[in-house]
């Protein structure tokens, strides 16, 4: 679908598709495109059925599944995306309008935000949106991590151990497959290998961690940094997580799909952590923080090096990242390494 239906934008109205992850089930579109006469984003919503993606992209009607398909509708509806860390500096787009179609579709209509893309943020700006998540889940640790949340029946109830159960990996694992060998040492191979040998551990170790509010899914092109702070899209798959993860996954998936140069990574490491730390303030002891940082980034991306070497030789299968294989396992060495790392300090 290049332009969305007719009942919702006429044709003589301008909309303009925006990149997306076209395998999830739950998205039938976004465009750029106008509201009652204001610049606006549609998001047009699919039940379970009515997308195309893979299985591993499913949309859900569980309320408490990682993938259901009205979460980030009921996230709007409800003001929960616009308010739950409004204190911390971290806003939604404004609501413009929710229709509920007569196909069981919904058009989510959002006001456009006026400000750079995530992925032309500098280390600087990075910084500060850590610093923000830091205070925002600071805010949820200190009425016992749930707050308000347990109002909401249509939260992710175990976001992370059920999305990162849900990539397709196959066994046995290629690890010495020629595209990763001419890419990656072998002791690095060998530290990826451990890393999803021992996955099950490494979520068992992040259910014991301090539990906040997540967002879940925090990078560069769900941000947006207007002049008056950040800005977060993309409230589908909000719910409790641990502490650590929103900013670990800011790090690492900033990187993952080439959108953002990787030599800034180490300044991105040590500003994200400084800026996570001191947004948490006194809420966490920093050790732990440190600790959980690692550990929620080793639990997020742990199938990741093993579903490229399922894949190698054949399609990427990626969304965002458009470069060729060789280049792609390249890109990504930094990143891995750095993830092998994190997997390794955590884990002890």
Known sequence: MTRPPLDLVPAEVPAHPLTHNPLNGVTGGIWRTRRDG??????????????????HWAASDDPGHWNYWRRE?????????????????????????IDERPDGTVAL????????????????????????????????????????ADRYDWLARNWLRDYTSSRPV?????????????????????????????????????????????????????LLLPADGPVLLDWSFVGPGPIGEDAANLVLDTFFDGLVDVALLPDMVEAVLDGYL??????????????????????????????????????????????????MFAGRLPVLELLARW????LG
């Not at 690890?175 to 530290?191: I, K, N, S």
């Not at 990826?192 to 021992?198: D, F, M, P, Q």
């Not at 997997?343 to 955590?346: G, R």
């Open 38 to 55: 204001r610049p606006a984003v549609l998001k047009l919503i699919t039940p379970p059925g009515g997308g195309v993606g893979p299985v």
């Open 343 to 346: 997997s390794a300090e955590a």
């Open 73 to 97: 509708v009921e996230a709007y509806a409800s003001g929960l995306a616009g308010t739950a860390w409004a204190d911390a500096g971290l806003a939604a787009p404004e609501v413009l309008g």
């Open 170 to 222: 196959s066994e046995p694992v290629p690890w010495d497959h020629p595209v990763a060998v001419a890419a990656w040492r072998a002791p690095l191979r060998a530290d990826l290998r451990r890393l999803w040998e021992e996955r099950h551990g490494v979520l068992a170790a992040t259910d014991r961690l301090p539990q906040t509010l997540c967002h879940h899914d925090v990078w560069p092109t769900n």
């Open 278 to 327: 001191a947004g948490l303030g006194k809420a966490v002891d920093p050790a732990l923080a440190v600790r959980a940082v690692r550990l929620t980034g080793a639990a997020k991306y742990f199938w990741l090096a093993p579903m490229m070497l399922n894949r190698a030789g054949g399609a990427t299968g990626q969304t965002y990242d458009r470069r060729d294989e060789a280049a």
């Open 109 to 148: 209509w959002l006001a456009e935000v006026d400000g750079r893309p995530g992925t032309a943020g500098t280390v600087d700006d990075f910084a500060e949106v850590a610093r923000r998540l830091g205070a925002a889940h600071a805010d949820w640790l200190a009425e016992g991590g749930t707050r308000s």
